[in-house]
């Protein structure tokens, strides 16, 4: 079930026209990986945004500030700690994620509760609760 459909299509179109954010030299060097690195240096034709190379990260690309933060599903995305952080969440927006520190016992509690709220749970694991199956 997708919510928030027409922000999600909203950062799509935006992130369609954004270009591929490649580290300089990536493409000359097998050893240096294209994942995004911050141009450096004075002479960088990168950084002083040349024509022929590469666009580097700026404001202007950034997303619609409503879909920001929101899970794929179209949920807004909020990590939690303990029960006491689901008081106030709204199941019909909100989805929760448990925090990487929870232990188990936590999470045990934590899932039930928002079982019982409603909530929807991205990283419940082994622990959510079984769907009945539909006779």
């Known amino acids: 079930m997708v919510i928030n ?20 030299e990536s493409w000359r060097y097998d050893r240096l990986a294209e994942n995004w690195r911050k141009p450096k240096g004075k002479d960088n034709k990168m950084r002083k945004q040349k024509a022929g190379h590469p666009d580097i990260v700026k404001i202007g690309y950034r997303g619609p500030k409503v879909a920001r933060g929101l899970h794929p599903s179209g949920y807004n995305d909020i990590i939690v700690h303990n029960v006491n952080e689901l008081a106030g969440l709204d199941p019909k927006k909100d989805a929760i994620r448990m925090g990487r520190t929870v232990g188990m016992r936590k999470r045990k509690d934590i899932v039930e ?17 079984k769907k009945e199956a539909k006779a």
């Open 5 to 24: 459909e027409e922000l999600l299509a909203a950062r799509k179109k935006v992130s369609s026209k954004r270009p591929k954010f490649i580290r300089q």
């Open 113 to 129: 509760e928002a079982t019982k709220m409603g909530l929807k749970m991205l990283n419940a694991g082994k622990l959510a609760p």
